[in-house]
């Protein structure tokens, strides 16, 4: 007898429907799996024989062929085992083939039958929606991430049993409990107005996001560069639902979304740690899963030490930064990954940390210029904004007066983002950040005065081309935020404040 | 032939015994003619270095010594009139000197300014000021062409006209350190000279620093001491000055600034304190200084905001953060108002982002 269970595999962030089929039938006993089956997927075998005997269901001393279809994609994942044990029965003939219509079933499952999660659900359930089915029975620790999904039933089993109850259609399995997809009001628990003095970075941050530029912050340890890193986040537009879903999809493909109870909508804050590899950042594995440039989609991915990371790493960067998705390729296929963030990145000025603090800094020129070397041009380049953070006064620290909240900031952020985007219709991009090459003589026109002043700055600070136009971008946010049409020379003047060091800039200007 | 220079290009003979041999043997022919048994007994090296000697007699001394004086270098030893008759007189005079440039003379008065390698903006201004001053008057200035305080020195005898000299710790073709190469063209360029114990080729070898300390010693009538910590190359100049009679100053340093420890010590020892640059000039017998180029803020008018930044600043840098805290000025503003205090080059920029006043 023939039968056929619906289920999926997760390939990148997306999922695939993968139908298990079995056939029982006279022949030498032998329990047979097929289909392209990643070494996971073959164990189930046994986990499937044990359980279903364990449940009191002896296997017939016949040919049993179970198929995975399409076959031309490689079965991955432990949440084969429900299905291949329903499509035993079924082709037993211990489940109605009727029952199955219209039905997905995911999960692992334990030898003496209960269930176990799986990560992926929540793409899985949207897919297995758009494919029209119209009920999913999956483990109970994923059944909050499955009901995020509206308008396809959910049920909870944590055994075989309860699989096979829900399917006879006895009461038994327990539903998902209905859950608020619209945004929860929740406050960010962080905010700018924990902040006292650093007006510099504030502002930074805030010319930053708005225009969507990556931000560089130099400083001695102490400074306060995490703490303001981690409230960037805060002054970010919030998620669309369609960015809700993207994000939430990653993290559930990471396995890391089962204790939530609804859609991501904070936009992510990763930071992290230098000593991370290449494909830690970008992705990895023999199955691709999602690095920390994709955790860190639609929102910040924060470099502390940037200097510390390996070399190879941070080069692993540059083209995400540009393409806003990163593509791994592996023997059984290529997988895409979004990968759409700010990076804001810290580092200290120099090993000691306290250059050009003469009183306390003693590394040699060249140290400090070795130390800024590290960091390669190309990913530099891709930096609009590069502050300085010096330690806080005491008084600072010491200061009552209340601070602006992320709030107030986010409103003026939303504003300059909102233009952007209308003068930027028709374009491939929608951030200043983001204008092109030939682009940028168009919306970032000058006076002549301006362009002789720029030419003198040019001159003086010896910049290259990017870095010149890196500060015509800045200057064009500068004056989207005052909403002005017009760059002034005091947008210009404050952008100039804003360009990256360099090494040769990261010298003191002396003869 | 060359036989001093021959004398200085045997691997492994260092200056101390050169001049212990010249004392038996009389001059560097001599030498050149003494024989293996003749070498031995003077018990000054052991038995391979004699053969390196013997063998070093073989090599194409002549033509290297040729190719050197077209390269535009000289040679000169102390058999010779023009060596510097100053430091004939110090302890372990090098035996050769060789150099780029004019050679060095006594004519005037000479004045090492010495110092940190890693100074303040303050002090590379002071050492600017005082190495320009002075040579407005006609010194000379010496000093080691390091970054910092020695450049800064260099760089103000330089602008103001005069003339100056490196003496370096590597061979006199080689700059170093190398971000100093503008330093070495212009000193080349003005009429100075640059000058080296050590053979053309030479690397940069740190022995080799502290020694060469001891002939800027020698060849400055008074040394100056700008910045420099506690335990720094800049007292070692100034132990082997006291050693050969030079009078020392220093300019004085804030308590508690570890660039000033140095100095402040050396004041405490009783070194001459340098709290007025026409006075020093008096000091040092110098025809007093033009004020041409001390700027007064009083000769410009500023607007009331720009002066309230200037009021901010200080010789030391100050971060952008910290002038947004002091003036509670917007972004903007003090962005702007920066900009015009360097037009009008009442302050400088010496790092990104943070602003120094200029002297």
Aim: charged letters at 25%.
């Amino acid at each position: 007898m023939y039968s056929v269970v619906s289920t999926a595999i997760i390939h990148g962030i997306e999922s695939i429907p993968v139908f298990v089929e079995a056939d029982v039938c006279d022949g030498l006993p032998v329990f047979e799996m097929v289909g392209f089956l990643a070494a996971e997927v073959k164990e189930s075998k046994e986990r499937v024989r044990t359980a279903l005997r364990n449940a009191g269901y002896v296997l017939p001393a016949k040919r049993i062929t179970v198929n995975f279809s399409p076959a031309n994609i490689r079965k991955s994942g432990s949440g084969f085992d429900i299905p291949i044990a329903v499509a035993v029965l079924a082709a037993m003939g211990v489940v109605a083939p009727q029952s199955l219509a219209g039905t997905f079933l995911i999960g692992e499952m334990g030898l003496n039958g209960k269930t176990q999660p799986v990560s992926g659900i929540l793409p899985m359930v949207a897919e297995a929606k758009r494919q029209g089915i119209g009920r999913c029975i999956v483990p109970p620790d994923n059944v909050r991430e499955a009901g995020l999904v509206s308008g396809i039933e959910i049920f909870a089993a944590d055994s075989l049993g309860a699989v096979l109850a829900i399917l006879r259609g006895e009461p038994g399995g327990i539903c998902g409990p209905p859950i608020n997809i619209e945004e929860t009001g929740e406050e960010h628990k962080l905010d700018f107005a924990d902040i006292h003095g650093q007006k510099l970075l504030k502002r930074a941050c805030e010319v930053a996001v708005s225009g969507m530029h990556n931000l560089l912050m130099m400083g001695p340890p102490g400074a306060g560069k995490t703490m303001i890193a981690a409230r960037i986040p805060t002054i970010m537009p919030p998620l669309t639902a369609d960015e809700q879903m993207e994000l939430s999809k990653i993290y559930s493909v990471s396995g890391l979304f089962r204790k939530r109870e609804h859609l991501m909508q904070e936009r992510p804050f990763r930071a992290p740690h230098h000593t991370i590899t290449m494909q830690g950042l970008s992705g990895g594995g023999v199955v691709p899963k999602p690095g920390e440039i994709s955790l860190a989609h639609k929102g910040v991915l924060f470099l502390d030490e940037l200097a510390e990371f390996q070399k190879n790493a941070l080069d692993v960067l540059r083209q995400p930064m540009e393409e806003k998705t990163v593509r791994l390729v592996r023997l059984h296929g290529s997988y895409d990954f979004p990968a759409d963030f700010m990076l804001v990145a810290a580092m200290n000025p120099c090993k000691c940390g306290y250059y050009p603090d003469m009183q306390r800094c003693r590394c040699s020129a060249q140290s400090v210029s070795r130390y800024i070397g590290k960091i390669s041009k190309p990913l530099l380049d891709r930096i609009d904004i590069c502050v300085e953070a010096p330690q806080l006064l005491f008084r600072e620290l010491n200061e009552t007066q209340a601070e602006e909240t992320s709030k107030e900031i986010r409103t003026r952020v939303l504003e300059t983002q909102q233009l952007q985007r209308e003068r930027y219709r028709g374009e491939d991009f929608s951030y200043n950040s983001q204008i092109t090459g030939v682009k940028v003589k168009e919306y970032c026109c000058l006076s002549q005065k301006q362009e002789d002043y720029m030419g003198q700055i040019y001159q003086k600070l010896n910049l290259t081309a990017r870095s010149y136009h890196k500060v015509l971008k800045v200057a064009r946010t500068l004056a989207d935020l005052e909403q002005s049409r017009d760059i002034s020379m005091a947008h210009l003047k404050e952008a100039v404040c804003y360009r990256s060091v360099d090494r040769q800039f990261w010298e003191a200007a002396r003869d | 032939m060359n036989y001093a220079y021959w004398l200085t290009t045997i691997p492994g003979i260092g200056n101390l015994r050169i001049l212990r041999l010249l004392a038996m043997a009389g001059c560097a022919r001599e030498v050149y003619g003494l024989s293996k048994k003749q070498l031995e007994k003077t018990h000054l090296f052991r038995p391979e270095e004699v053969e390196c000697i013997l063998a070093s007699k073989n090599g194409d001394h002549e033509r290297e010594y040729h190719k050197l004086i077209e390269s535009g270098m000289y040679v000169c030893s102390m058999e010779e009139e023009a060596y510097p008759q100053r430091l004939r007189d110090i302890a372990n005079p090098p035996f050769v000197l060789f150099g780029r440039g004019k050679p060095f003379s006594a004519a005037k008065k000479t004045v090492a300014i010495v110092g940190a390698r890693q100074c303040s903006e303050y002090g590379y201004a002071v050492a600017k000021e005082i190495g320009g001053a002075l040579s407005a008057c006609g010194a000379v200035v010496i000093s080691g062409m390091a970054r910092g305080i020695d450049a800064g020195g260099q760089w103000g005898a330089l602008k103001a006209g005069g003339t100056t000299y490196a003496v370096l710790g590597c061979g006199a073709d080689v700059c170093y350190p190398s971000t100093s190469r503008n330093l070495y063209q212009a000193i080349l360029e003005k009429n100075g000279g640059i000058l080296s114990e050590y053979p053309p080729g030479t690397k940069p070898r740190a022995g080799q620093f502290p020694q060469r300390n001891r002939i800027i010693a020698g060849l400055s009538d008074v040394v100056i001491v700008v910045e420099a910590r506690k335990k720094s190359g800049s007292l070692i100049t100034v132990d082997l000055a006291l050693e050969q009679g030079k009078d020392i100053y220093a300019v004085p340093g804030r308590i508690h600034d570890a660039l000033g420890e140095g100095c402040n010590y050396l004041i405490s020892q009783g070194a001459g304190i340098i709290f007025d640059v026409e006075l020093l000039a008096k000091d040092l017998n110098l025809s007093p200084v033009s004020d041409a180029h001390t700027q007064n803020l009083n000769n410009f008018s500023l607007e009331k905001e720009e002066r309230l930044v200037y009021s901010c600043l200080d010789l030391q840098p100050k971060s952008l953060e910290e002038l947004l805290e002091k003036t509670q000025y917007s972004m903007q503003q003090l962005a702007v108002l920066l900009d015009g205090l360097i037009q009008k080059e009442l302050i400088a920029e010496n790092f990104k982002n943070y602003y120094v006043k200029r002297l």
